[in-house]
Nanobody
Framework: QVQGVESGGTSVQAGGSLRLSCSAS????????WVWFRQVSGKEREGVAA???????MYADSVKGRFTVSRDDFENTLYLDMNRLKPEDTAKYYC???????????????????WGPGTQVTVSS
């Protein structure tokens, strides 16, 4: 396996919560920056949350205060805790690893080159 694999996506009602996981077994995890992106069919991919190797975080304005990104460097797993979900959060969510070793954090898509297959989150009103 040379990619992270996302899981946890499902259908949920507005106001609910979900936890997404990205398992990077077989892939170097520690010391890299990781990010969650999402994409609605026909639209551009959007950065949701990112976390640096030093556990600094960054969030899209649309999810601040509702989503939390975290990482477990022992389990090689990235998480996204999503609360107070809205219908506009409906998308396919992807995790990705940075191209290199960064001390800072960014959601610039060009800085990531190892992508998972994605997991679908559907929020109904």
């Amino acid at each position: 396996q040379v990619q992270g694999v996302e899981s946890g996506g499902t259908s949920v009602q507005a106001g609910g919560s979900l936890r997404l996981s990205c398992s990077a077994s077989g892939l170097r995890f520690e010391n890299y920056m990781w990010v969650w992106f999402r994409q609605v069919s026909g639209k551009e991919r959007e950065g949701v949350a990112a976390i640096s190797s030093g556990f600094n975080t960054m969030y899209a304005d649309s999810v601040k205060g509702r989503f939390t990104v975290s990482r477990d460097d022992f389990e090689n797993t990235l998480y996204l805790d999503m609360n107070r979900l809205k219908p506009e959060d409906t998308a396919k969510y992807y995790c990705a690893r940075s191209r290199g070793l960064y001390g800072s954090v960014t959601m610039a898509e060009s800085e990531y080159n190892v992508w998972g297959p994605g997991t679908q989150v559907t929020v109904s009103s």
